[in-house]
């Protein structure tokens, strides 16, 4: 049978061309779609199990995102020279991909669905994770599922004031702005990048000018789905749509009674205690209680039910509740109002050993963040399928079980952490100055919303504490967005709770300087939002952001003027390239040395003719001695300069002297002045002035004559 190719084209304002097919490739997938553009080739393919899942709450779908190194032309470097683990920046893309599609099921869906995405070709002028959203959703679209869509994404960025979409990996270092926009034909549901600094009215005219190009190839991606169902007839599987428990739920004539027994049981103490402003553990346990003692009176009552329906209903009780106290009072779950900040609080310099540290509670969220200073060797260097770089500054990220006051078997690190450390790193990363490496860890020691955003003020703190000259102080709030689908209504809230993120319609993290904006990330669970809607909560989000700042100023007004006791001190300076040799000395010994003797750490490599020396030492007057010691040994005389010099050995021809510790010549017979020939001594310090290099030999030329003559010279004239 020979494949029935159905494409559709469409051309950027640039005249570049992104081009969607379909019916070529991965033909016994569901669903399955190639986006092309330039020399950048995409494969989307989407399998639907035939039967539902009966032990989710959610939808069990699941992104995989993979860069091959064959379509960059490269083998897999290591002793296993295949593919294996994913690398960060492929989890962040299979982020994205999952935060822009998952809305956009229905929320009765259960039968498991898993999206492959794979890089088959790259091009240098054309970045590919801001083509997996489109590719993903195009797949999605023809295949059988329900599926709210299409929908799509790019990649937009500014320079010089000119916005670019879709652009390749050399640009990306030249823009002030860097955003991924996702979105359907009306709404926005994905938002994530950095900015250095930039103002609210400039992201949201990034957003909206994305905005059109996510219209134009879900035009795209409407013909190519339209074409397709004139060629190929639709398979018509029966699939699942709803799990036993949902169906129950629905449809069961008892599921009134129950739900409205439920509510006799528990509504009026759910309330009671939503509206006492307890702490999160100590709500968290009476509502447990009380989801217990529902169990066990349906259990007495001998009504068949099962625990998981139980939950369910429960779930929809209590946001049911939430909502109603929110829309109808205007209260929050700790008493705030709604653009309230909770308390905070924060301290420096509270672990003595490390190079700088602080501690950020904001309510019940509190992040531990440390700062460490290393050399150019400790470097975080990536070097996956599309990418080889050196990061000068890095941001670890961890979220321990602990946090929540639950038990949980470690796995290595999470999907979560990663996309939240790299947040807090983008927000981080433009403000600060990179000479020396610099790798933050922050552990979350609390949680209750926004922990990330914790992170980010914590990391600003401890990087103050450790004399690191930031450019200004960063914040990061989380914004809260609860719908009432009944009327339409929308309520902003600000410094969201985990509990409100939970029942909220949008999460919104946004972090800055009093300048402008330097991150963002934007999750949401409803089909979209307005630009409205978005812009209220990024203006809103500003103000909290000033808020913050204020109050972390008040723990620390300003970076310190010197690095940390316990920091690691670099110093780092040029030489000539030929000198590296003697630096290092034979077999290396003259440099282990000078290591052993200063108790410091050599680092010497070349860099555009010249040698690089990174001296590391945690004793200052230890490191200048090794300075000086390397100085000695690279000590190059300028031309016409007079130096003290010491001598070592008198011979019939001259005398042979020492300018510094490495560095010796002959002073000729005939350029040693007659009024010292006769007394010269060995160990005597004269005076000679440096003349060059003999054209010949390579030898340096030394005069004592000719400063006397000078000397005499001008004696007489007087």
């Known amino acids: 049978m020979i494949p029935e190719l159905i494409k559709e084209n469409l051309f950027l304002e640039d005249g570049r061309a992104l081009s969607i097919e379909t019916g070529e490739l991965a033909r016994k997938a569901n669903g399955s779609a190639v986006v092309r553009m330039g020399n950048t080739s995409l494969l989307a393919t989407v399998v639907i199990s035939k039967e539902s899942k009966e032990d989710f709450k959610f939808i069990p779908l699941t992104i995989d995102y993979r860069e091959k190194y064959s379509a960059c032309g490269k083998i897999p470097g290591g002793y296993i020279k295949r593919e294996g683990r994913p690398y960060d920046e492929e989890i962040l893309t299979m982020r994205l991909v ?40 195009t797949a999605v679209s023809i295949s059988e599922i329900s599926f709210q869509g299409p929908v799509s994404t790019v990649r937009i960025i500014r320079i010089n004031d000119a916005f670019i979409i879709n652009p390749g990996i050399e640009e990306m270092k030249k823009s002030d702005l860097d955003l991924i926009v996702g979105g359907t034909n009306n709404y926005i549901i994905l938002v994530e990048g950095e900015m250095r600094e930039i103002s609210e009215i400039e992201m949201m005219e990034a957003i909206v000018k994305a905005h059109k190009y996510i219209q134009l190839q879900i035009e795209a991606q409407i013909s190519l789905i339209t074409k397709k169902k004139k060629f190929i007839k639709k398979k018509l599987y029966k699939i699942e749509l709803y799990n036993y428990y949902y169906k129950y739920i629905n449809f069961n004539l008892n599921v009134f009674y129950i739900k409205e027994k439920i509510k006799f049981i528990s509504y009026e103490e759910i309330d009671y205690i939503y509206k006492s402003c307890l702490f999160k553990q100590k709500r968290s346990n009476k509502i447990y209680n009380i989801l217990n003692k529902i169990k066990m009176n349906f259990y007495n009552e001998s009504i068949v039910i099962n625990n998981l329906e139980i939950d369910i209903i429960f779930d929809e009780i209590k946001k049911e509740i939430i909502k109603n106290i929110l829309f109808k009072e205007n209260i929050r779950l700790d008493g705030r109002s709604l653009d309230d900040i909770r308390n905070i609080c924060s301290q420096v310099d509270c672990l003595p050993g490390v190079h700088g540290s602080a501690i950020f509670t904001r309510g019940e969220t509190q992040a531990l963040s440390t700062v460490t200073l290393g050399s150019s060797l400790d470097v975080n260097k990536i070097d996956n399928a599309i990418m080889r770089a050196k990061q000068r500054f890095y941001l670890h990220y961890n979220f321990p079980p602990f946090s929540t006051g639950e038990i949980k078997l470690l796995k290595g690190v999470s999907r979560r952490e990663i996309g939240h450390g790299n947040l807090a790193q983008r927000a981080l990363k433009n403000i600060i100055p990179t000479p020396s490496t610099i790798r933050v860890v922050s552990d979350v020691l609390e949680s209750n919303g926004s922990s990330s955003m914790a992170t980010v003020c914590a990391s600003t703190l401890a990087l103050m504490d450790s004399g690191i000259i930031v450019k200004r102080p960063v914040s990061g709030i989380s914004m809260g967005l609860i719908m009432n689908y009944l009327t339409g209504e929308a309520i902003i809230l600000s410094d969201i709770l985990g509990d409100e993120d939970y029942i909220g319609d949008m999460d919104l993290k946004i972090t800055g300087t009093e300048y402008g904006m330097t991150a963002c990330q934007m999750d949401i669970k409803i089909s979209g939002i307005t630009y409205d809607v978005l812009s209220s ?7 909290g952001l000033l808020f913050i700042i204020k109050k972390m100023l008040t723990t620390l007004s300003c970076p310190r003027k010197s690095l940390n006791i316990t920091a690691t001190k670099i110093y780092t300076f040029y030489i000539p390239k030929k000198l590296i040799g003697a630096v290092i ?57 007079i130096y003290k010099a010491k001598v070592k050995n008198i011979k019939k021809f001259g005398v042979f002297v020492k300018i510094s510790k490495y560095l010796e010549g002959l002073l000729h017979i005939y350029e040693i002045s007659w009024l010292t020939k006769s007394f010269l001594r060995k160990g005597d310090i004269i005076s000679v002035k440096y003349l060059g290099k003999n054209n010949k030999f390579r030898k340096i030329k ?14 007489n004239l007087k």
Do not use: W
């Not at 030394?702 to 004696?715: A, E, G």
């Open 98 to 137: 999952d935060r822009l599609l998952r809305p956009l099921f229905k929320d009765n869906y259960y039968n498991e669905i898993q999206i492959m995405i794979s890089l088959l070709s790259y091009d240098i002028n054309v970045l590919p994770d801001g083509l997996a959203g489109l590719v993903a959703s």
């Open 702 to 715: 030394l005069s004592h004559k000719m400063i006397f003559s000078r000397y005499y010279l001008n004696k």
């Open 537 to 543: 909560t990024i203006f809103k989000a500003k103000k």
């Open 585 to 641: 000395g034979s077999g290396g010994k003259r440099i282990q040395e000078i290591q052993v003797s200063t108790e410091t750490n050599i680092k010497i490599k070349e860099k555009n003719y010249l040698g690089v020396i990174e001296i590391l030492g945690k004793n200052e007057t230890k490191l200048k001695i090794a300075i000086l010691k390397i100085k000695n040994i690279t000590f190059v005389p300028k031309v016409g300069t």
